[in-house]
T-cell receptor
Framework: TQLLEQSPQFLSIQEGENLTVYCNSS?????LQWYRQEPGEGPVLLVT?????EVKKLKRLTFQFGDARKDSSLHITAAQPGDTGLYLC???????????FGKGTKLTVNP | DAGVIQSPRHEVTEMGQEVTLRCKPI?????LFWYRQTMMRGLELLIY????????DSGMPEDRFSAKMPNASFSTLKIQPSEPRDSAVYFC????????????FGSGTQLSVL
């Protein structure tokens, strides 16, 4: 059983569309991170959220941490082909110190 | 600044052979991690080191896997003997602050065991 469930697993959209991907768990996390991974490369950190209800914006990307700190979402406005990649959420479960990763959402933005 | 450097980028070997993956972390980062990525299981933490000392190897699949960090600038992950189910992308990552903090990943080693 995956500790962090990401949905959808795959998403293919046209340039200019908006989208939201989700990261859900039944466990409480002290923090959640979002990474983007491009083909043939390692993941790169986009943002860390630590407070329940927190919202962070990074240009066209908006990240939200759930009030109960069990889930998070990533919203992309006006997607561009450069947003294509695998989006991974990773969290530190309460009482642990290690990051656990979800399997990711593979996003394709078509020109 | 150079990031985390892994070698080789690709490795193709036959079942039963020994495989050694190499990693140079970012200078000054006290933590080094080895992860494995597959479609089925995603990214899994195999082992991590703090100041060259192995802290948690609970993710190492079995005795065929071993990891060493002889100094602050070099680590190896060895599989002996290799099996087809070991085929995956192996990532090395480093962090200046800890296992739950921002990780800096290398580009990975794509391992295929035939």
């Amino acid at each position: 059983t995956q500790l962090l469930e990401q949905s959808p697993q795959f998403l293919s959209i046209q340039e200019g569309e908006n989208l939201t991907v989700y990261c859900n768990s039944s466990s409480v996390f002290s923090s959640l991170q979002w990474y983007r991974q491009e083909p043939g490369e390692g993941p790169v950190l986009l943002v860390t959220v630590v407070t329940g209800g927190e919202v962070k914006k990074l240009k066209r990307l908006t990240f939200q941490f759930g009030d109960a700190r069990k889930d998070s979402s990533l919203h992309i406005t006006a997607a561009q082909p450069g947003d294509t990649g695998l989006y991974l959420c990773a969290g530190v479960k309460g009482g642990s110190e290690k990051l656990v990763f979800g399997k990711g959402t593979k996003l394709t933005v078509n020109p | 600044d150079a990031g985390v450097i892994q070698s080789p980028r690709h490795e193709v070997t036959e079942m039963g052979q020994e495989v050694t993956l190499r990693c140079k972390p970012i200078s000054g980062h006290d933590y080094l991690f080895w992860y494995r990525q597959t479609m089925m299981r995603g990214l899994e933490l195999l082992i991590y080191f703090n100041n060259n000392v192995p802290i948690d190897d609970s993710g190492m699949p079995e005795d065929r896997f071993s990891a060493k960090m002889p100094n602050a600038s070099f680590s190896t992950l060895k599989i002996q003997p290799s099996e087809p189910r070991d085929s995956a992308v192996y990532f090395c990552a480093s962090s200046p602050t800890g296992p739950g903090e921002k990780l800096f990943f290398g580009s990975g080693t794509q391992l295929s065991v035939l």
